[in-house]
């Protein structure tokens, strides 16, 4: 591909409502990172892959949320249980280093918590 | 865990002036030091780096100071056109550790 994609590009949901948020990483790249960004600020780190490992969880806001990479290639963000304070743009970046530099950023998913 | 400050916030410049941001950071384990360039609406775009082991970089009208002792990195813009306005950001990273802070970001306007 391209450049790392995510999908879906938008999401609205209801509160409570479960979400899985796609990224598909361009190939062969190592390092996986989600990053949370909320309006006018810049991403915050969530979580880590070194190919399918998950080394850092840090960043994830609660037991609510859960990333996996099973493969080493794909990997989806899940947020159960929705809440308001959810509402943001997830985004997603790869790189083809195990230290994450130059790293690639997808657009984004645009969620919304209503 | 890392800090990262990023300074000013808003910064608006005449076309042709030159542009300058600078970030500060906490974790002297940090050694990877990236800005990104994001435009409304848009992902984040890699425009230069820099490693704890370089004090400067340069890549045409863009450069990346670092002062590992005082622990702070610049970015610098020269000859600065309206294309150049969007929102730049900082980021601190550990690649060892793969743990990565970013700044609050810096929305700069140049002015025709």
């Known amino acids: 591909g391209a450049g790392v994609s995510q999908s879906p590009r938008y999401k609205v949901a209801k509160r409570g409502q479960d979400v899985a948020l796609r990224c598909d990483p361009i190939s062969g790249h190592v390092s996986l990172f989600w990053y949370q960004q909320a309006l006018g600020q810049g991403p915050e780190f969530l979580t880590y892959f070194q190919n399918e490992a998950q080394l850092d969880k840090s960043g994830l806001p609660s037991d609510r949320f859960f990333a996996e990479r099973p493969e080493g290639s794909v990997s989806t963000l899940k947020i159960q249980r929705t809440q308001q304070e959810d509402s943001a743009v997830y985004l997603c970046?790869?790189?083809?280093?195990?230290?994450?530099?130059?790293?690639?950023f997808g657009q984004g998913t645009r969620l919304t918590v209503v | 865990g890392e800090n990262v400050e990023q300074h000013p916030s808003t910064l608006s410049v005449q076309e042709g002036d030159s542009a300058v941001i600078k970030c500060t950071y906490s974790d002297s384990a940090s050694n990877y030091f990236p800005w990104y360039k994001q435009e409304l609406g848009k992902r984040p775009q890699l425009i230069i780096d820099?490693?704890?082991?370089?004090g400067e970089k340069k890549d045409q009208r863009i450069a990346v100071t670092l002062n590992k002792t005082a622990k702070h990195f610049s970015l610098h813009i020269t000859e600065t056109q309206p294309e150049d306005s969007a929102v730049y950001f900082c980021a601190g990273i550990n690649t060892n550790a793969g743990k990565s802070t970013f700044g609050d970001g810096t929305t700069l306007t140049v002015k025709p």
């Open positions: 970046a790869s790189s083809l280093t195990m230290g994450g530099t130059e790293a690639f």
């Open positions: 820099i490693r704890s082991n370089v």
